[in-house]
Nanobody
Framework: DVQLQASGGGLVQAGGSLRLSCAAS????????IGWFRQAPGKEREGVSC????????YYADSVKGRFTISSDNAKNTVYLQMNSLRPEDTAVYYC???????????????WGQGTLVTVSS
């Protein structure tokens, strides 16, 4: 079965950094896109950043461009999200997700982990 385990969340002060990890198993990692999504209180879930494990192409939401970096370690079946210059509005539960896609998209993913909480204080 497809399993995704997000980790690395925590409490940080505005301007700080955090690195999230998504450990994947149960599927052919190189054939899938992996995405990071977040849901803040009172808001809809949004795509933050997604990556193709096949060719490394990436997507970033406008709100995180220049601050967040997504990367994949195919040998470890793990995707990372390096989060720098964090803002209080980045506070959310962050989920990693996977789907088979020939080209990277950042919506309509089929497989989801349970998420990790990121809290940014001002």
């Amino acid at each position: 079965d497809v399993q995704l385990q997000a980790s690395g969340g925590g409490l940080v002060q505005a301007g700080g950094s955090l690195r999230l990890s998504c450990a994947a198993s149960g599927f052919t990692f190189d054939d899938y896109a992996i995405g990071w999504f977040r849901q803040a209180p009172g808001k809809e879930r949004e795509g933050v950043s997604c990556i193709s494990s096949n060719d490394g192409s990436t997507y970033y939401a406008d709100s995180v461009k220049g601050r967040f970096t997504i990367s994949s370690d195919n040998a470890k079946n793990t995707v990372y999200l390096q989060m720098n210059s964090l803002r209080p509005e980045d506070t959310a539960v962050y989920y990693c997700a996977a789907d088979y896609m020939p080209v990277v998209l950042c919506y309509d993913y089929d497989y989801w982990g349970q998420g990790t909480l990121v809290t940014v204080s001002s």
